[in-house]
Each structure stands twice: as C-alpha cells, then as structure tokens.
C-alpha cells in the first residue's frame, strides 16, 4: 500500500490550504483514512478520521476549521483547512487504517507526510 501527499505549503494565518493523499494498493473504500501531523520535537497529533461510510471525527484543536473528506472514485483522501492559525504548523500525515471503522492504534499504512507553514 502507498500513501502519497500534497499539497502542502505556505500560507498566511487566517488563510485556507486542501492537502490530498492518494492511496494505492487496496481496495481504497474498504478501509478508514485519517490526517495526524507532527511538530519536530513533539508528539504526533490526531487531527481527522473518516471511516468506510463517510463517518468523522476531529481532534479539539481543529474542530469548526478543517474537514476530512474522501472520494473512493478517485483513491483520495482530503483535508480542507480553512482559518488556519500559526499553531497548526506542521508536517500532515495521511494514514490507512487496518479496519472499516477507526481504531485508536491500529493505523497501519502511512504516507511520507506534506508540510504545511502557517506565518503569522
């Protein structure tokens, strides 16, 4: 399985950026995707889950801005980030979970990760 993301970049703060991640290797709709970013230096966060049926869930800290979509036509993960703040500095990872439905440990595939720069 492959995992490949983009999109990422330079933007300023208040401002929206779309990540995507291409999946390959499987059966895209089969399983649940999700985005976790990571800080050097810090631990790597959850940011969003979608399972099989379109079903999501977002960490605290990006609620009400980003939004987690998938289009199985096309084997792509999506993040929308829209009022983006300095604090979501990070490099995004997109990752394939091994089941329908997320669980809390078992993401199984992971991407290489895009950065995304917020100024302030």
């Known amino acids: 399985v492959q995992l490949q993301a983009s999109g990422g970049g330079l933007v300023q703060a208040g401002g929206s950026l779309r990540i995507s991640c291409v999946a390959s290797?499987?059966?895209?709709?089969?399983?649940?995707m999700g985005w976790f970013r990571q800080v050097p230096g810090k631990e790597r966060e959850f940011v969003a889950n979608?399972?099989?049926?379109?079903?999501?869930t977002y960490g605290d800290s990006v609620k009400g801005r980003f939004t987690i979509s998938r289009d199985n036509a096309k084997n792509t993960l999506s993040l929308q980030m829209n009022n983006l703040k300095p604090e979501d500095t990070a490099v995004y990872y997109c990752?394939?979970?091994?089941?329908?439905?997320?669980?809390?440990?078992?993401?199984?595939?992971w991407g290489k990760g895009t950065l995304v720069t917020v100024s302030s």
């Open positions: 990752t394939s979970y091994a089941t329908a439905y997320p669980l809390t440990d078992n993401m199984e595939y």
């Open positions: 979608i399972n099989w049926a379109h079903g999501t």
């Open positions: 290797g499987r059966t895209f709709r089969n399983y649940a």
